[in-house]
């Protein structure tokens, strides 16, 4: 047990990293272990949203958007940043299913064109590509995780290339991070255009990449508000796209959503700035030491097991039931955890990958400001649940 003064112990080895990022927030009633649904955000963040909200209704909401313009395009430049990209090329919109919308609705592939995925593709992805009558293969993988075989890619590229690869960096159902930097290589010497979902990977992984486009969301790891996403779309492809031109933009600018939460996006760029002072890299290793040291303390209790390798660089743990549990189980567990022990986390039902996912998990994923006695209590509310 901790005393009320007693400092938290930081779950992450370089603790000043997990303190600061604690002091940074609100404090929690609740034992918060859902990054990937939605991160925490900062104080400054919130004040960003509010006062831009309070300015809208002072002003004018336009008046209040042309003022926030610097403060929006530093978030662009920032961001534009972290995807090896420049500002330029970086469109904002809703979420990452809206990016994704946007960018495939603008791309004139055909119905039967081929698309290459990873077996844990985001279920809601594979609807989309359905929609457009696209013919999706899984690229070969190395085990049973999903990890996808890079050389055997650059075979299937060379002999038989799709229209399309599309890789989820981390996907919604598993902490496993894909060679999402060989992968864009490999299509890049094959010539096959390559989009990367980074929606569960910006924040864990260095997302500088050569893709021809990149997407994601402000509310998982970066912690920026709900109701923003991005799009990067790299300058090759964008003459490639023939986005719907409302107003007769063109190019990344016609592939923004025209009304837009203004306020996110100011608080999104707060958020960004925030993780680029935390450095990008001590942000990077320190998830993956969370990740480590959450596989570390809940493989097992309760005869729930961790379904990662337990070095894998990545936050995210997810846990198999103990033998026999359906479904249903899973989802009553994880709602007992947030009732009876003020727990949050993911019920991981199969729909979220469904070509790979053949059961539920509970999905755990704690950012930096993680302690060890948060991870304790989750550990010793499992053979409760
Ligand atoms: C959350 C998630 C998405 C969708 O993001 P939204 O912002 O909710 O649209 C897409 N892909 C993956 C891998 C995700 O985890």
Known sequence: MTTATAAPRQAVPDPDLGRDWRAARLPTGVVHLDSAAAGRSSRATLDAVATHLRREAETGAYVAAAEAARAVDRGREDLAGLLGRGPGDIAFVESASAAFAALLAAWP??????????????GPNLARFAERGLVVRDAPVTDELGHVDVDALVR?????????????AIASHRGVVQPVGEVVAACRVAG????????????????????????GTSRKWLTGPRGVGFLAVAPRLVDVLRPVQPWGEAGVPALESHESFVAGRVGLAVAVAELLDAGPERVRAGLAAVGARTRAVLDGVGGWVVVEPADEPSPTTTLRPPAGWDDGRVLAATT?????HGIVVTFAGPARAPREARAATLRVSPHLDVTLDELDALADALPQV
Not at 192 to 214: F, I, T
């Open 336 to 340: 007992r955890l947030l009732q009876n």
């Open 109 to 122: 592939l055909a119905a039967g064109d081929r698309v290459v995925v990873s077996p844990g593709e985001y």
């Open 192 to 215: 096959v255009p390559v989009v990367v979902d980074a929606a569960q990977a910006l924040g864990p992984v260095d997302c500088r990449l050569d893709a021809d486009a990149v997407y």
């Open 156 to 168: 299937l590229l060379a002999t038989d290339p799709p229209a399309l690869v599309h890789l989820c």
